[in-house]
């Protein structure tokens, strides 16, 4: 058969419609897909890097804080208080607190249950991207706070936000026959230092407990077997003395 030149344009024609319809249904199915990406994660408002309360000061005015008005904390103090815990300060991924052997075996969540401009939810913190990622929608404060002792409430409940600093043990046991987990909790102690003089320096306040259900803690933020809740930080306005 011999193929004349209006066939060769024909199927010119053909292939070109084709080749269209498969671009076309590309670009809207890396659309969708990276629309779905985005929709979990929250771009934090970026950090204030100077500034702020003088250290001395806010060492000075350091105090744990149990009771907390019924105000907001905002986005901007929650994107700050994860910067204080585990922001990275230069180009090769150094933070504002330090690590042994730069392994960096923390994670940080957030709980949110009234964060202005924050759906509330279980959110975790990356330090990369400075942003939050949902690992569950839903207020989940005072679940996570249900029991009471002696007939009290737990004071953490009414917390409109609460910081949960958990540590990988195997990013730092990477030295054969020695057991350095122990660093693990001295960098939750330093990263949660640094949160609490953010609180002071932000006007707020806020209390470092290791009084928790580790169980429930670990359903909630829905952690793999390797990883363990250490210090858990409920943040808040003051409220005054009665
Ligand atoms: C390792 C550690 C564990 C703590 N656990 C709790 C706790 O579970 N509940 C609580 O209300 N306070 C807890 N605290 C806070 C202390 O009670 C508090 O720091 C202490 O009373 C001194 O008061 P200040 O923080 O106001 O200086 C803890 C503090 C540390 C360092």
Not at 6 to 30: H, N
Not at 124 to 147: A, C, K, W
Not at 159 to 176: C, D, H, L, S, W
Request: proline share 5%; aromatic share 6%.
């Amino acid at each position: 058969m011999q193929i004349s030149g209006e066939m060769m344009r024909d199927l010119a024609k053909v292939l070109v419609v084709v080749g269209l319809s498969v671009l076309f249904t590309a670009i809207i199915a890396l659309s969708t897909s990276t629309n779905q990406e985005k929709s979990d994660v929250i771009t934090l408002p970026q950090p204030h890097t100077d500034g702020g309360m003088s250290v001395e000061k806010a060492l000075r005015e350091r105090r744990s804080v149990r009771s907390f008005t019924n105000d907001p904390v905002t986005l901007e103090e929650v994107s700050q208080l994860c910067w204080a815990a585990q922001g990275v300060t230069d180009e090769k991924g150094h933070r504002t607190s330090p690590s042994a052997m730069a392994s960096y075996p923390l994670e940080v969540y957030v709980l949110a249950a009234n964060v202005t401009g924050l759906p509330a939810g279980v959110y975790h913190y990356s330090p990369q991207g400075h942003n939050l990622t949902m690992v569950s929608e839903g207020n989940r404060i005072p679940d996570l706070f249900n029991s009471s002792t002696g007939g009290k409430e737990d004071w953490r409940k009414n917390a409109p936000a609460v910081f949960i600093v958990t540590g990988v043990f195997e990013r730092i046991n990477k030295i054969p026959g020695e057991d350095l987990s122990r660093f693990v909790h001295v960098e939750a102690g330093t990263a949660s230092e640094n949160l609490l003089l953010e609180v002071v320096s932000l006007g707020l306040g806020a209390t470092y407990t290791a009084g928790f259900d580790a169980n429930m803690t670990r359903e909630f933020l829905a952690l793999a077997s390797g990883e363990t809740p250490i210090a858990v930080l409920p943040v808040g306005h003051k409220a005054e003395a009665a």
